[in-house]
């Protein structure tokens, strides 16, 4: 019995332990990455700390300061108040963070993108583009030298995020200034608010509050959830794992308690029978032996504890580092109640059973008697002791295994849950390139490309990336923003898009859509064609050049035409994505006004749809026309939808017209240099030579791996 309890305390406590090693030491490497806040307010220079403390959804605030953006690398540049520093938890790869004017501390990802060898202690110049406070730069930029004085740890905070508006600067700072750094003189920092949400705030009620409160659509989420398992937050399969075999195990040690604990009573039978002839309740029986089994944990609980607390340190030791051993202040009375819970329920069975025996039948085992009676003896000529034996104790004692039965059959039905858990946490389908390096932020307005001058991989890049170590396959993709000239616009093309004002007639708006917005739109949208003198419907869409593989692997979405290698690399045709149906479901609040949609090109069998839209815009073989709109200055307003009349003027045009090869179906992996949306075509870097945009560099490479690096060139 003591045996049981013992191993019943030690299974508890380490599972109480592991399951707090492996959720600190997760949090703590999310929060290194995103830090200890609950969400981020960008751009909320309107929202004071005091207004958001009023409002009873917040216990913290803290401020981000942006003073700049870096204008070769394009990383912003800021300081940190001390609660938004203790909430952004910035750790450092090598020195230490700024803490006097002039010092500056760098994400080692940025460091590299500046193309510089700067160390530790040697001055760093930027030149930096100055926020006006109003989502845009001052015109001219501002050359300014620092003292490197450490280099950061890379964060991320794109996990959860709501954003409504492209007017605002939402960039967080990868560069560190001391707190107080002055801006240039002309310009005001972009501000951000870091928040810790009150006890009981979950994230949609904050975000209510944000956006109807606070007229604040610029969010991220940043809260840990064990349950998030992602490729970098294991903690909820570890933890699945861990919870399933720790609770078998206390399971098999629960069975040794109720196997002890109902030998030891079973010996005692007369005892019990006796104080019930003297009077004894069955209350007073099981608190009388029930003090038994207490007596016995409490003497057992911490030699179990201490060797699951150096069980527990032995197991995070051999993890080579993936788990850290942490114990909070509330372990000890933790493992104390759970384990006397689990002692007292494992004893709760044979106790009953004990209680319920009444004097005589103690005293005269007159229900072992009528067993014997009820037991046919038949004739044998060869005898199996054993198996006999067994047969015999089944037969008597039925009620005694029932118990025990269902213990290990819940035992084995927690391991395989576990195990099929694990299983299908392990069958997912692992992603075919170890490293994808790409290019996701906005690109440009609504009808201008701007990716030409932008910072995308050249060729020396994707060269340099070939000769790396360890690397293997090296695939590549480019993308041109480009207008499909369209005589006609159907809602197959414009009820998917997010840009109303290619509805030609209000008369066609969706319920949901809002006429006020789309007139406005729709207005500088006639006013755009009328500038460039075109009178068709201009859609605006991606045209993605891709290497041959990639395009080869299109095959299987073809579903008219076919693939013409010969003529892509031509730049005569190209692929058009153009599923044959697709169907609509739309969520709409109270007041009329959408708030959300789901897509699908794959109906549901008696699923009712809102919208079905089939095919009626594109056909293999149709000829359309690509218009490329580039501007012929760097100083375009990038966050107008509609540019301004003069930068269409004298914007540089490239018209091509191309033949529709094959229409591909939708793309059910998602791979590298997928297109997927609607009216976006691919085509081969050849194809793209051809038709004159080949003038950028590369915004997506991926690569797999021919070996296993080691931790410094897995970091390089």
């Keep these: 019995l003591w045996v049981g309890i013992v191993l019943a305390v030690f299974f508890v406590s380490t599972l109480l332990l592991m399951a707090q090693c492996i959720y600190f030491s997760f949090q703590d490497r999310f929060q290194q990455r995103t830090g200890r806040q609950d969400a981020i307010l960008r751009d909320a220079e309107h929202v004071s700390p005091q207004q958001l403390l009023d409002g009873r959804y917040v216990r913290k605030v803290g401020s981000v300061y942006v003073i700049g953006e870096e204008a070769a690398a394009g990383f912003a540049v800021g300081y940190y108040d001390e609660p938004a520093q203790e909430m952004l938890y910035r750790t450092l790869v090598e020195g230490r963070l700024p803490q006097a004017p002039g010092e500056i501390a760098v994400e080692y990802a940025s460091l590299q993108k ?59 700072p990868a560069a560190l200034t001391a707190r107080g750094e002055q801006v240039a003189p002309g310009g005001r920092p972009a501000v951000h608010r870091t928040v810790l949400l009150a006890p009981g705030v979950g994230l949609p009620a904050f975000e209510k509050y944000a956006g109807n409160e606070l007229s604040s659509w610029h969010i991220i989420f940043t809260r840990y959830d064990v349950f998030d398992a992602t490729p970098e937050n294991m903690a909820a399969l570890l933890l699945l794992v861990a919870g399933s075999l720790g609770a078998a195990l206390i399971l098999s040690a629960c069975l040794g308690i109720v196997n002890a604990f109902s030998a030891s009573l079973a010996e005692r039978r007369q005892q019990i029978g006796m104080m019930r002839a003297v009077g004894a309740t069955s209350r007073q029986i099981r608190q009388i032996f029930g003090r038994e089994a207490v007596l016995m944990a409490l003497i057992s609980a911490p030699v179990a504890i201490g060797l699951s607390w150096l069980a527990a340190q032995g197991i995070t030791r051999l993890t080579g580092g993936v788990i850290t051993f942490y114990s909070v202040w509330w372990f000890l009375p933790a493992a104390l109640l759970l384990s006397f819970a689990v002692v007292m329920g494992a004893a709760a069975a044979p106790l009953w059973r004990a209680a319920g025996v009444a004097p005589m039948q103690a005293i005269r085992e007159t229900s072992l008697l009528r067993a014997r009676k009820r037991l046919r003896v038949k004739p044998r000529q060869i005898f199996d002791v054993p198996a006999l034996l067994a047969s015999r104790h089944l037969r008597l004692y039925k009620s005694r295994q029932v118990g025990v039965g269902l213990l290990v059959a819940l035992s084995l039905l927690i391991i395989t849950l576990g195990w099929v858990g694990l299983r299908n946490a392990l069958g997912i389908t692992p992603p075919r390139f170890e490293y994808e390096i790409s290019r996701t932020e906005y ?274």
């Design 443 to 716: 690109y440009g307005n609504a009808v201008m490309d701007r990716q030409a001058g932008a910072r995308l991989l050249s060729e020396a890049d994707l060269a340099q990336v070939k000769d790396l170590p360890y690397v293997g396959e090296v695939r590549s993709a480019k993308e041109v923003y480009v207008n499909l000239l369209l005589d006609k616009l159907s809602p197959y093309l414009t009820h998917s898009s997010i840009n109303d004002y290619l509805i030609a007639d209000e008369r066609d708006l969706p319920s949901w859509m809002n006429p006020v917005s789309w007139r406005y739109e729709r207005k500088m949208y006639d006013e755009m064609r009328n500038t460039l003198s075109i009178a068709q419907e201009m859609y605006s869409t991606d045209l993605t050049a891709v290497d041959d593989i990639s395009l080869a692997a299109m095959q299987a979405r073809v579903i008219e035409g076919r693939i013409d290698m010969q003529a892509i690399n031509a730049g005569r045709e190209v692929l058009l994505v153009a599923p044959e149906a697709y169907y609509v479901n739309m969520d709409v609040s109270s007041d009329g006004t959408a708030y959300g949609s789901e897509t699908t090109t794959t109906p549901q069998k008696g699923m009712h749809y809102d919208y079905i839209y089939h095919n009626d815009m594109f056909r293999a073989g149709q000829e359309i026309t690509l218009l490329r709109l580039l501007p012929a200055s760097k100083t375009v307003d990038w966050m107008s939808m509609f540019p301004k009349a003069e930068t269409l003027q004298t914007a540089l045009r490239n018209q091509r017209t191309v033949r529709i090869g094959a229409i591909l179906g939708p793309d059910s992996s998602a791979g590298f240099g997928s297109v997927s949306n609607r009216g976006e075509m691919a085509t081969s870097f050849a194809g793209l030579q051809a038709l004159g945009m080949d003038d950028m560099g590369y915004h997506s490479v991926a690569l797999s791996l021919n070996g296993t690096p080691g931790e410094e060139a897995r970091a390089y």
């Design 114 to 172: 500046l193309r510089v060898d700067a160390a530790v202690g040697q001055p760093l110049a930027l030149e930096l583009k100055i926020p006006a406070g109003d989502g845009t730069f001052l015109p001219d930029t501002v050359k300014k030298t620092y003292t490197l004085v450490g280099i950061l740890r890379e964060q991320v905070y794109d996990r959860y995020s709501r954003t409504y508006s492209e007017h605002n600067y939402l960039q967080m």
